[in-house]
């Protein structure tokens, strides 16, 4: 299959510029500022298949939105080389717009003050979208999204789910082929997350679109993604499949116990000394975790041990969680 996207050695530097400290200091800062070069992107290597859905994902600062910024072609590289779509973002600006969808959910992209409608009307001519193609593919993308009632409204008067979808609508109006989602679904509600989930599905089955996600959600990219790309202070630690990544790094099973009556945790502790496990206090009141290995027997000999000696209210078995192994890998530093 061709590659949609190519990224070879990629870099990008910024200068981080330090203040001296004192009246002196401050003159001396008019005249030469000290700065040091900080490497937000490393020199980064992956490249993305047609109708691929690429998790992006790595910790606050790690360099993610730099990268989609220099993909999409708003930033120039320090170094190295991109091809996305068969051209250089940067060089081949205004040809490129057109043939890739970017959302970032920091920032909006539609008119403040405008209706939305407006907005996808401008859109549409900037993109040079037929109305027959807009119609057919609006429509659909329009009701899948259930945006049809928010479409008169100011964007400055929407809430920030509804200017989601409807940034996200407005990101498709050319029904590109590529699409950059950085954070799109910051900061929304459960519904709204699951609907934009089920329309990007739909949208990548339909028209193969790739899409290049960025997230600190990690079920996002459980429910989307089947390749994770893991950035790690701007450079990437592991980019395959996240069944992998989950088999590996996965740390067994956790018994989550909530108590009736107040427990102290060294005597849990104690009362499970002679097996391997590690507890941890959660911050609700009473509620104890146990990580063990995943073997039937350790299992039901914490169990036995703790059911033995206290009054349970409520008992959990969960497999570790994507967000703890990946919490885990950077606190390891490597995969
Ligand atoms: N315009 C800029 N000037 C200087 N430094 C910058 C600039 N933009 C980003 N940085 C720095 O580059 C690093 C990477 O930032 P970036 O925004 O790419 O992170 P990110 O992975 O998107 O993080 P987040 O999850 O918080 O969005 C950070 O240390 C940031 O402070
Ligand atoms: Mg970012």
Avoid at 36 to 45: G, R, T, W
Avoid at 96 to 111: M, Y
Wanted: hydrophobic share 40%.
């Amino acid at each position: 299959m061709e590659n949609v996207m190519e990224v070879k050695d990629l870099r990008k530097e910024f200068k981080a510029y330090s203040s001296r400290t004192g009246l002196k200091g401050a003159f001396r800062d008019l005249l030469t500022r000290n700065y040091k070069v900080i490497p937000a992107v490393n020199d980064i290597n992956f490249s993305v298949r047609k109708g691929e859905m690429v998790g992006y994902i790595g910790e606050n600062g790690a360099g993610k939105s730099t990268t989609i910024k220099m993909l999409t072609g708003i930033l120039t590289p320090t170094s190295g080389s991109i091809i996305v779509n068969g051209m250089n973002p940067h060089k081949e600006r205004e040809k490129f717009v057109q043939t890739i969808g970017v959302v970032f959910g920091q920032r909006s992209q539609l008119w403040w003050d405008i209706a939305v409608q407006e907005s996808f009307r401008l859109l549409k001519k900037v993109y040079k979208v037929s109305d027959a193609d807009y119609n057919n593919h609006m429509g659909h993308v329009i009701r899948t999204l259930d945006i049809e009632p928010l479409l008169d409204k100011p964007v400055r008067k929407l809430s920030l789910g509804q200017r989601m979808r409807c940034e996200l609508a407005a990101a498709l109006i050319h029904n590109p082929p590529l699409l950059f989602l950085d954070e799109p679904t910051i900061g929304l509600d459960v519904l709204v997350k699951l609907k934009i989930r089920d329309f990007l599905k739909e949208i990548n089955e339909k028209y193969q679109t790739t899409i290049l996600l960025t997230t600190h959600d990690l079920s996002d990219i459980e429910a989307l993604c089947e390749r994770v790309i893991l950035l790690d202070e701007g450079s990437v630690i592991y980019d395959g499949a996240l069944k992998n990544l989950q088999e590996k790094w996965s740390e067994g099973k956790e018994l989550k116990f909530q108590f009736l009556e107040k427990v102290d945790i060294t005597a849990v502790k104690v009362l499970t000394s002679e097996l391997p496990v590690k507890w941890e206090l959660e911050e609700k009141e009473q509620v104890f975790t146990a990580t063990v290995e995943d073997s039937g027997e350790l299992i039901s000999q914490v169990i036995a041990k703790v059911v033995a000696a206290y009054k349970i209210k409520d008992i959990k078995i969960n497999e570790t969680s994507t967000e703890e192994i990946i919490r885990n890998i950077y606190e390891k530093g490597a995969v």
